[in-house]
C-alpha cells in the first residue's frame, strides 16, 4: 500500500521532469566548433546546426548530437560528429565519425593532413 501512495504522490513531479527533459530535447542545438587550416595557419570559428551539414575546406561536417553539462556539474561540452572529406576527382571519403569533448581534444582526435577539427561549445540556436 504504501509504495502505492508513494507512487500517487510521485506523479507530479514525475511529470514535471518529463515536462523539462521534453523542452531541454526540443531546443535546437548548435555545435559551436574550431576549425585548423594546417597550411595556412587559419583558425576559424564554425556553427554547425544539428543534422545539418556545413563546409570547412574540403570537408564536410555534420553535428549529429551536441551535449552541455549543467552549470553546477563539472563543465563538459561534447559533440557526434560525421566528417566527410570531399576531395575532388573522388567520392566522399568518411574522414571522422564519433565523438568529440571538448575538455580532451585528442581524446578522439580527427586525423587528416589539412585540417584539424574541436568541439568549443554547444549553444541553443537563434530564432
Not at 521534453?22 to 556553427?47: C, F, H, N, W, Y
Amino acid at each position: 500500500m504504501r509504495s502505492i501512495l508513494f507512487g500517487a504522490a510521485c506523479a507530479p513531479l514525475l511529470l514535471l521532469a518529463a515536462a523539462a527533459t521534453t523542452a531541454q530535447v526540443a531546443e535546437p542545438k548548435v555545435a559551436v566548433l574550431q576549425g585548423l587550416d594546417k597550411v595556412t595557419a587559419r583558425i576559424s570559428t564554425l556553427r554547425a546546426p544539428i543534422d545539418q551539414g556545413i563546409r570547412f575546406g574540403t570537408l564536410l561536417i555534420t553535428a549529429r548530437s551536441c551535449n552541455k553539462r549543467p552549470p553546477e556539474e563539472p563543465p563538459e561540452t561534447s559533440a557526434f560528429l560525421e566528417i566527410y572529406d570531399l576531395r575532388q576527382g573522388a567520392g566522399p571519403v568518411l574522414a571522422y565519425s564519433g565523438w568529440m569533448f571538448a575538455s580532451s581534444p585528442a581524446l578522439a582526435a580527427m586525423e587528416h593532413a589539412v585540417y584539424d577539427i574541436s568541439v568549443i561549445d554547444c549553444v541553443a540556436a537563434p530564432r
